[in-house]
């Protein structure tokens, strides 16, 4: 019975975290808490995998005198998480310097802002005459144009150098 | 003294080194790239040449279900020529500021070439996140605020893929208790349950991120559009066909069942339609041919889902078209960036430019003596022959998508010949650099016509070779490196299936 | 209707995981190359932490590709954020505030402390549980921690990179060797020593050494990057305050 | 031991759930360093010593820094763009 219960509340846990993790990637709104949510979500997958590896009445697979003959947990599963932990933390650190960097040029954490901007950033540069320009309304924010113009002027530069 | 190790190893070493190398010397940081590129096409073509039937290698020298294994077949090797083929014409030979670009195409150089070779799941999974982070940091080497914005989204949309193989992964160890891509093989029954095809469906849509699969590719015409067109073309090009790489060889190894197939096939046909018809809508030529490509991939899973030998031989032979076509293309938009409107008098200021971009869209239309018409006509044939009601509606869409796709290429071609005002005309000037890589190309391209049939005898090998699954796990465990110490159940179950 | 499609895949998503989860067999999973690994890897490897014989002797080209990734990861990031980075040298001096003389002195006294037990956690990696990824945390953490309490100290990024540079390519080099004694790429050599002492294990404690001084230098590099005490200024702005420099710089 | 466990996917699950919902960025950004404690401790109890010291120092450790850094830097500009626009 306690074994039943405890498989249930590892894998409960485990697949909750991913499912939690995955409904914040997709609905938030926040690039910052996309961000986390998608920690959450990684931290999830990893503890699936090391349950994958457990078995009960077993001891960590570390050999020392006393450990002869003694049941061991699988240390693959580990091995794999102790990879992808670390993975986990680089891409971290790049997504986040990417939200600043998106931050410092859009002036705004919200996903569905930066992506309008996006596109009307796409569609000036390529000089196609954007739909969604004139639904934005005048005003509330910097408009596309002179940004689009400070990207092809940075572009230019590039190319100069 | 010639291992396939190096092919993993000399580019990641490189990397490593290029900060220490470029800060004492800017020339040789500039020569080592293309070099360690030229030793890893040397390798890979040594192996090709003496390859007479698949091996595996045993990295680390530990017997294979345990250690990691690569396998070597004439697809496999194939690719490994491919990568460092595409990466020296695609170099940033110009790039003079900075030695970080180079270092991450380097890191890209060599995690593609462990993708391609790699027979164990979580080694895949590794190399995978490895050329994910390189195509990141290349996405925004362009540091406009776009490119910022777009990695970030295709970085999100990655980071989701990987949760998802990540877990597809862990299901898989959970239900046969190994990793092996073989081993798993072996004990494929284990996984024909509902747990079994989940993990392959959350790793199709995992490592689909990269192969432009139907659900998880918003990222591409953002990424193709803001990143500059050598990126876009080494992305679009070469990287989505590793990722299907990994995916059909999951298929062929360990999933041959009808629900795995007629996923690949859904998914493949959402992709098509999609694609092409956005394609069709989109009014300038990087989204385009984004789409395009998105539509293209389609095609190449429409072409592996279909059973046996003739679905394997379809789909290589539309995975290595696309992978000739549209970085030729998407070299192409690097000085016609703009509307295809704008591309009005493109063939007065490069007539060249404008020849070889009506051979590669005829090509991708598949006008007949093209080799992108053959390459269509094994998937219509390999579609008739399988028959089942969901094959004949791929057909239908398949021929659908041709019209729409002959449609918007055409328009562009019509734009590119019509007459133009001066002033608009030089901005459309392709230099003479841009235009001799497209012309590798394009060589490539003719140099595969003339040769259609020794050509479509070799790949009618490498796809049976590739989709013979026995021969793939009998290869593995044939393996004779580092001697076994105890005998194992495992070791009983291995002598069972020599 | 971005939220819309995206409820619509999470929830099925969401609904799948929990279906798999309803058809697991209680009872765990089979452990075919785990059981193997737990009865012949004393006797292949020789290291008493089983995990690291996985990590770094079955599984280490895994470990090979993860010191890559978090290269690749530095690298990008340094990429992604070096307009910011010139910008704060520039303006170190400014930034320099008065720090507290107790915040500075026990950073510096908790120096040695961390590099010590980072250097501990590292050389025993195979022996208690630890190794190169967590003491390369802890040493990162070391150089970090002064940055933290001495502002605008800076990093010496050249030396950084001469660090994770040779590191890198030492643990890559070790396996070559193996290579040209004619065994496998990365295959362990020397002997495997006495089990459950410092010095055995072959190469695994020069592998984690590696690994360790490669994860050190890597996060210190991708932390100094991010903590670079500069502000965040639209581009724009910023080309006219350097331009504004030049010229009062010029008169 | 199963209280134990219990107790710490409880308190996984609920801190996961507060990243999505609390209003402060500071809340959570703790709430994901709670998860990680509660995923070291339960890495403890699943026998895996390696993991769960690689999750205590990375997880709630190290990432924990990034993410505050992260946000201290976006917070600078938050402040100074608000105090910009009055003076305007």
Known sequence: MTTDLIHWLLYGGAMGLIVIGIVGVVTLNNIFRIVLALVIAEAGANLLLVIAGYRFDAIAPILTGSSVNQLMVDPVPQAMVLTSIVIGVGIQALALALVLKVYQNYKTLDIREIHQRLSTDIDSNSGVISLLSSEQPAGERPLPEPSAQNETAQLNQGGDK | MNNIAFNVALPLLTAFLLPIISNNSKSAARFIGPFVLLAMLGFALAYFNMLEHPIAIALGGFRPPLGITFHLDNLSLLMACIIPLIMLLLWPYANKEGYREESLLLLLAGSASGLALSSDLFNIYVFYELLSVASFGLAAANRTGAAFAATFRYLVMSGLGTVLALTGIGLIYTQTGTLNLAHIGLLASQLNNPVGLSAFALIVVGIGVKAEIFPVNGWVPEVYSTASPRISALLAGLISKLAVLVIIRLLVVAYQVPEALNLLLVLGMLGIFWGELSAWRSRDLKRMLSFSSIGQLGMVLVAFSIPGEAGMFAGIAMMLHHLIVKPALFMLTEYWNGAIDKLKGAAKSSPLAAILFMIFALSLIGVPPLPGFWAKLLLVNGLVEASASLYITALVVLLTATVIEAHYLMRTAIHIYSKGKKKQRKKLHQTPFNLTIVSVFAVVLIVALVTLAPLGNKLNKIAAESSDRALYINTTFSTKQAPMRKQTSLDQQMSKVQ | MRNVSALVFASGLAFLLLVITWQFVVGGAPMLIGEAILQQGADEVGAANLVTSVVLGYRGIDTLGEIAILFTASTATSLVLSSLSTKSSSNKKESIRDEGTILASSASLFFPLLITLGMYIILHGHLTPGGGFQGGVILAAAFFLPLLAVPGRGVNHSGLALVEGFAGASFIVIGIIALFQGNAFLQPFFSHGEMGSLLSAGTLPLLYTAVGLKVGAELSGLLANLAEIGEIVPESTDLEESSLQTESNGS | ?88
Do not use: C, Y
């Open chain 4, 1 to 88: 031991m199963t209280w134990v466990i219990a107790l710490m996917v409880i308190i996984m699950l609920a801190g996961a759930i507060t990243v999505l919902f609390v209003e402060s960025h500071v809340s959570a950004i703790a709430a994901t360093s709670a998860v990680s404690l509660a995923l070291s401790v339960l890495f403890v109890i699943l026998q895996a010593p390696d993991v769960a010291m690689t999750e205590a120092v990375v997880g709630s450790g190290l990432s924990t820094v990034i993410l505050a850094l992260a946000l201290f830097r976006i917070n600078k500009n938050h402040g100074k763009q608000q105090s910009e626009q009055n003076d305007a």
